[in-house]
């Protein structure tokens, strides 16, 4: 079948796609503004991305639904995901076993009444009402066990063996006797919309109301009303100390935010209600992020969902936005308010990091490599290349250049430069110096020196940046540039930046990141002493050579050259000796005993 020919006769309508494979099969439902552009965008020659591209390998046929408007066909293609689960459509996490628990709250026949149940489930397929997703099943398990205390919920099943004085729960008092008739269906009611209250946020507000209800029961003298009210006082308040506060205001909203690596993106939901952190849910792709896949997200995620927050929030702007608003009642928006970009930031941050465990990179330098780029205000930071000088009174100067990919040193990139003689001992040229030729070797073609860096970081403050923002600009480069500044232990205390009306940062505000620029500092530090200790080595055992007469400065190099040591040197047979130009006979005489009478 020619699937093209067939696309370009579709209508310039709205509606919904179906794909079929060679067995008939649903594989993929969509939807479209307009059904001819964005079918036969499938199957014209261009781009697509693996995912898509495995789809059009594998649809046989197609079908199509025309709707009056693209709500319409929003909802329409909801319904038919919803119904088939089609394999290329996006799959949610919330199977047995996969995913987060919910709360599932529902009635029960228990005796003559359908009493309120709670059980832990990861699938949404009974009635009630479902609450979460949770963090986890003990966070779960906990809260049903606290809301069972305080409202004295049936523990037996509608099977369980009970006498006329009911079940064990209840003779001791564990339970307020459902299966006996002692609750009526208007208390019944009145437990199962509490319940739903707390679930939703407002344990504070029940706190409340059963405070005061145990004080008028009190002064009205009604003493086990009033005991009872205590009981479900000291459940609420466990409740509402293990729910955690995130925001002052009572928010009431979903946060959406999304991560992602070379091969695979996450959609993380932090979920507030009344403002506290109820649940959250992540599901992670294996394929780039788009807007088109965070819209279907959305699309599948709020069709199954049954209490709408007030508010959900986005990091950006999208084209669809205005469509999925008129589904969902207005409520899909970016943040304006700083707590509401704060509550993003937490769910972007959970993104990445479940990102990190997916792929089974929790290692300390994929976590602080983001940390570090967060806290320096610099985003998609990998590889770091930091610089530091070492000489003495201008002698020897030499350039470390250590580099960290992803938070990890990466020794086979790192490099020695050794800088020449200049006027004075000014650190800030030496830096400009080393920098210059490194950059200047990477913009030749020379591989040894690619890639360039993500970022450069100086040993050292202001000076030191603008000397590498220097060599930066002349090499026609634009890289970002950080400095670390010492205390007087010559510890790393502060990041200076580029801009001058930006302050220091310390780094006593963040412990991880302390730590880490610590260890940078180190071993920079480390790599460029050693460098320079090796070469003052050489230049005192040199200098043991100038010492015999007749061995000038570059005598003793090309010496140390051949023979590497002056031990060797010492050791070396005469005729050795001699193959070293401009070293004669007579010469190499003279330089055995030489060294032999120093020794």
């Known amino acids: 079948m020619d699937l093209l020919k067939k696309a370009l006769e579709l209508p310039e309508k709205p509606g919904v796609y179906i794909m079929h494979n060679a067995e008939g099969r649903i594989i993929y439902v969509g939807k479209a503004k307009i059904l001819k552009n964005r079918v036969t965008s499938y199957f014209r020659n261009g781009e697509h991305t693996p995912k898509t591209a495995k789809l059009v390998s594998e649809v046989a046929d197609f079908d199509v639904i025309i709707c009056e408007s693209e709500l319409d066909a929003l909802l329409t293609e909801c319904s038919l995901i919803r119904h088939h689960s089609p394999f290329y459509n996006i799959k949610l996490k919330e199977g047995k076993g996969s995913g987060y628990p919910y709360i599932h709250l529902y009635k029960e026949k228990i005796g003559n009444i359908e009493a309120p149940m709670l059980e832990m489930s990861f699938q949404k397929t009974g009635n009630g009402k479902y609450f979460g997703p949770f963090i986890s099943r003990f966070n779960a398990k906990n ?106 205001q009572k928010r009431n909203a979903d946060y959406i935010a999304c991560g992602e690596t070379d091969g695979h993106c996450a959609v993380f939901m932090l979920r507030i209600r009344n403002g506290y952190v109820i649940g959250e849910n992540c599901n992670i792709f294996s394929e780039k992020m788009s807007s088109d896949l965070l819209r279907e997200y959305i699309e599948r995620f709020y069709t199954e969902e049954t209490q709408l927050p007030t508010k959900i929030y986005l990091e950006q702007k999208h084209d669809w936005m205005t469509l999925i608003n ?25 993104a990445e990091e479940r990102l990190l ?35 003495i009174a201008g002698e020897e100067v030499v350039c470390g250049m250590v580099v960290c990919v992803d938070g990890n040193f990466e020794k086979k990139s790192y490099k020695r430069l050794k800088i020449g003689k200049m006027e004075g001992f000014d650190d800030t040229a030496y830096m400009y110096e080393a920098i210059s030729r490194r950059l200047a070797r990477f913009c030749d073609g020379d591989e040894k020196f690619a890639p360039a860096p993500d970022l450069i970081v100086c040993d050292g403050g202001s000076g030191q940046i603008n000397a590498a923002l220097r060599a930066i600009s002349d090499n026609g480069l634009s890289i970002p540039v950080v400095g670390f500044k010492k205390d007087s232990k010559h510890r790393t205390k502060a ?86 130009k401009g070293i004669s006979p007579v010469l190499a005489e003279r330089i055995k005993a030489e060294l032999a009478n120093n020794e």
Not at 328 to 339: H, R, Y
Request: proline share 2%.
């Open 143 to 248: 809260l049903i066990n606290l809301l069972s205390a305080a409202f004295k919920l049936p523990k037996c099943g509608k099977n369980s063996a009970r006498t006329d004085k009911g079940c064990i729960e209840k003779q001791i008092d564990r339970c307020a006797g459902w299966c006996v008739g002692d609750v009526s269906e208007e208390e019944r009611d009145a437990v199962y919309e509490d319940i739903v209250s707390v679930m939703s946020g407002n344990a504070d507000e029940l706190y409340n109301r059963t405070k005061k209800e145990m004080e008028a029961a009190a002064e009205k003298l009604e003493f086990e009303r009033a005991a009872q009210m205590r009981d479900r006082l000291r459940s609420l308040s466990l409740i509402t100390e293990k729910q955690r506060p995130m925001v002052s």
């Open 326 to 350: 008129e589904w969902l009642g207005g409520i899909v928006t970016t943040a304006s308010f700083d707590s509401d970009k704060t509550l993003l930031s937490v769910s972007k941050k959970n």
């Open 357 to 391: 465990q997916f792929e089974g990179r929790t290692k300390k330098g994929q976590r602080i490599q983001r940390l570090f780029n967060q806290f320096i205000g610099i985003d998609n930071v990998r590889r770091t290349e930091i610089y530091d000088i070492s000489h």
């Open 495 to 580: 990041i200076a930046f580029s801009d001058p009306f930006m302050p220091d940062k310390q780094l006593s505000s963040d412990r991880e990141v302390f730590a880490f620029c610590g260890r940078l500092q180190e071993e920079v530090h480390r790599y460029a002493i050693e460098y320079h200790r090796n070469l003052r080595d050489k230049l005192t055992q040199q200098s043991r050579l100038t010492q015999v007469e007749g061995i000038g400065k570059a005598k003793a190099k090309d010496l140390f050259l051949r023979f590497k040591s002056v031990e060797n040197v010492a050791n070396a047979t005469v005729e050795e000796l001699c193959e070293v």
